[in-house]
């Protein structure tokens, strides 16, 4: 008998064989699943940048993504400019736990929202929760308003019906109301509106908000939809700024994924519906000496985006290598043009 534990593990359990000893584009660091993804499965997605990706791979590659908000009658061009597409339906970035619960509340229990537009310098208005979908904004509240609420709709439609749900979760610094907490995707004054710190706080959420945040939106998700299946993943990119004054960005880019990491882990064991996906570790694992960042050490290479799908293509679809073989380095052509609104952070600034 052996007295060592670890004597007949299999290689994906030991760093050596599966990490230090594999080359980098055939590393896959994902063992199972919990379920797959039918070609006719409506597959929606949401959360922060990187979730893109997945839509539209998803998509070339055949598979059903469901869109609510198509604007099917609208110009490309047009459908573009405004986020038609985008993701599923056009909430803009979900970059926290607490947007999304939010939007469901909003959605199912007639949650409202006290300061629900803002005003741009050039005098239109904006929606402040999905500030940046309408390029030309509104001409009143009012118009805000009515345009939430058919947004509002077709994302009911949405929870109500997909049968696979991707979120990625992105960010725990946030800016919320004083008033009533609604989240905001970003502070305002950086598109439109004023900051004002008697209105306004800036918060970062830890592992128990953003789990809390979770579980409730799973427990919604569930009693709407319950035959629904959800796949998480971490977004691999880092924070633009943060607001933290004794942290660096790097820093604070650390304990944001650590916890929502932490949080993704959690839901997984809970939930056995819940799957987690491993983007963040394939495109941050040292393994591959950081070749999957571009210059600015923020921004991912379409080669690093085509080793995640590769992945997860493999893994939940039919459209995976053939075992043992040699995996292609790209499935579809990557559409770099991602609409990420905490980019206006910088451009605010000019920096």
Not at 30 to 44: H, K, L, M, P, Q
Not at 46 to 54: D, K
Not at 141 to 154: F, I, K, N
Request: glycine share 6%; with cysteine; proline share 6%.
């Amino acid at each position: 008998m052996s007295g060592n534990p670890y004597s007949g593990l299999p290689d994906h359990q030991f760093w050596r064989r599966s990490v230090a000893g594999t080359e980098r584009f055939r590393f896959d660091p994902v063992v199972s699943t919990r379920f797959a993804i039918g070609r006719e499965d409506r597959v929606a997605t949401a959360g922060s940048c990187f979730a893109q990706h997945i839509a539209r791979r998803l998509a070339n590659a055949g598979f059903r993504y469901y869109v609510t908000e198509a604007g099917e009658a609208l110009p490309p061009a047009e459908r573009e400019s405004r986020q038609f597409g985008v993701f599923s339906a056009r909430y803009g970035n979900l970059y926290t736990a607490r947007q999304l619960l939010q939007l469901f509340q909003e959605c199912f229990e007639g949650r409202q929202v006290a300061e629900p537009a803002w005003q741009r310098e050039d005098g239109r208005w904006v929606d402040a929760l999905r500030p940046q979908v309408e390029p030309d904004g509104f001409a009143s509240p009012a118009e805000v308003q009515a345009a939430r609420e058919e947004h509002l709709a077709a994302t009911r439609t949405l929870f109500e019906t997909c049968d696979v749900f991707v979120f990625t979760l992105g960010l725990t610094e946030a800016w919320a109301s004083r008033v009533d907490g609604t989240i905001y995707p970003v502070a305002p004054g950086v598109v439109a509106g004023t900051h004002d710190p008697a209105r306004h706080a800036f918060v970062n959420l830890g592992v128990h908000e953003v789990l809390a945040d979770m579980q409730a939106f799973l427990a919604g998700l569930k009693s709407v939809n319950p035959q629904v299946r959800v796949v998480l993943t971490v977004s691999p990119v880092p924070l633009i700024a943060t607001y933290e004054s004794d942290r660096s960005a790097l820093v604070a880019t650390t304990y944001s994924k650590s916890v929502l990491r932490v949080v993704a882990e959690m839901l997984f064991r809970e939930h056995a519906w819940v799957d987690y996906f491993p983007s963040f570790e394939i495109i941050n694992g040292n393994y591959n000496n950081g070749a999957y960042f571009e210059a600015d050490f923020r921004s991912i290479r379409p080669m690093g985006v085509d080793h995640v799908m590769r992945c997860f293509l493999r893994h939940y679809t039919d459209v995976g290598a053939t075992p043992g073989a040699a995996p292609v380095l790209a499935v579809v052509p990557v559409d770099l043009d991602v609409v990420c609104d905490e980019e206006a952070i910088d451009q605010v600034r000019g920096q």
